[in-house]
């Protein structure tokens, strides 16, 4: 990926001319020679909003850092308001308090394309372990095609889900737009995408555990997801944990900020530059933990292979080019913790 790589050496180059005087307002939060800052050492928050000023340029480097080294970061500057946050964290959370059968009534076994499913907590008797996550996942794009399917209690539920939804997707074309310039795709190719920018959203519950039941429970094992990115609001509770260097990191989540990964249709549109984060969520028998995800991802008919501008000699194409109907189709053959769904869009299997 030519020119990403032209992006970090710029990246190095530009920090001698002009190095950054930042100075560090969180605690935990250093920033690097390049501008970069990091959380705790090893996050990079990349700050949205100044995509919309005079360091743009630096920040579309920043993303092309965070994207190729770490397949995470977390924005912060992001647009979305503290009270939207709040209401969809408290709507979301009332919603897993619901009586048991209240939520049932929203499952639909089976059926992986209902417009909202509530899928609670499974026992994998193969594997002898349980993956407590409860979820509810609902489409949301375009959104008057499907609020009016979402429950209407908790009362708040259709207009907090929606703003947070509105608001979310704002952030995400924002971002996606950024990380598409950082890899140095050509507008054209940008914009086949971007104006098709579809979104998804869920809700997930990570209940308690009992100790003595937690060496044989997971929150949610270890995936990729099959996105451009998603992002990330989470309560407080630590429990989520991304594969970096060969080992799991627990992630400390940052108030006002969203954490995003890299998906599968990035790692295939960047021809495998910018790799998908492999993570998964820890079970825990202190406090419950809370996670809204919204999925970025292209329209059925848009190809997902790398563009041309992105494949020459050094970098012959890895991926074949496919639409994302093509990948959506295969993707129910496979269990959902399975991490090898770009494997049949390779051009040479490894
Ligand atoms: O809850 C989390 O932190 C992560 C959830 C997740 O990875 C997913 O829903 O795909
Ligand atoms: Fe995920």
């Not at 009332?94 to 076994?109: G, Y």
């Not at 094992?221 to 989520?240: F, N």
Request: net charge negative.
């Amino acid at each position: 990926m030519p020119v990403a790589s032209d992006h970090l050496a710029s990246l190095s180059a530009g920090a001698k001319k002009t190095p950054q005087t930042c100075t560090d307002p969180i605690p935990g939060v250093q920033t690097d020679l390049y501008g970069l800052e990091l959380w705790e050492n090893y996050v990079p928050i990349i700050d949205l909003g100044a995509l919309h000023g005079p360091r743009r340029s630096d920040i579309i480097k920043h993303l092309a850092h965070a994207c190729q080294q770490y397949g995470f970061f977390m924005v912060k500057n992001h647009g979305i308001s503290e009270k939207i946050m709040n209401n969809v964290m408290g709507t979301a959370r009332e919603f897993f308090h619901l009586p048991e059968e209240e939520k049932m009534k929203l499952q639909s076994p089976g059926d992986f394309t209902s417009p909202i499913r509530f899928a609670p907590s499974i026992k994998d008797d193969d594997q002898n372990i349980v993956v407590s996550r409860e979820s509810l996942k609902f489409l949301t794009d375009p959104l008057e095609n499907y609020v009016n399917l979402w429950p209407t209690y908790p009362s708040s539920f259709r207009e907090a889900v929606a703003e947070y939804c509105v608001a979310a997707k704002r952030a995400e074309i924002t971002l996606t737009e950024a990380i598409f310039e950082s890899l140095g795709m050509k507008r054209a190719s940008m914009d086949q995408i971007l104006v098709k920018l579809e979104q998804n959203v869920s809700f997930n519950y990570y209940p308690t555990c009992e100790k003595s039941n937690l060496g044989h429970t997971v929150g949610l094992r270890g995936h990729s997801d099959p996105s451009i990115i998603t992002m990330l609001l989470s309560d407080e509770v630590p429990g989520l944990e991304i594969f970096q260097n060969g080992e799991w990191i627990l992630f400390k989540p940052l108030t006002n900020t969203l954490s995003v990964n890299v998906g599968d249709i990035l790692q295939a549109l960047s021809n495998g530059g910018y790799k998908s984060l492999l993570h998964r969520v820890a079970a825990s028998s202190d406090t419950e933990r809370l996670s809204i995800v919204s999925n970025c991802y292209p329209s059925k008919d848009t190809q997902i292979g790398p563009p041309e501008e992105l494949i020459d000699d050094d970098h012959p194409a890895m991926y074949k080019d496919f639409s994302y109907k093509e990948l959506y189709d295969s993707m129910w053959t496979l269990r959902p913790h399975d991490s090898t769904r770009l494997d049949p869009f390779k051009v040479c299997a490894d």
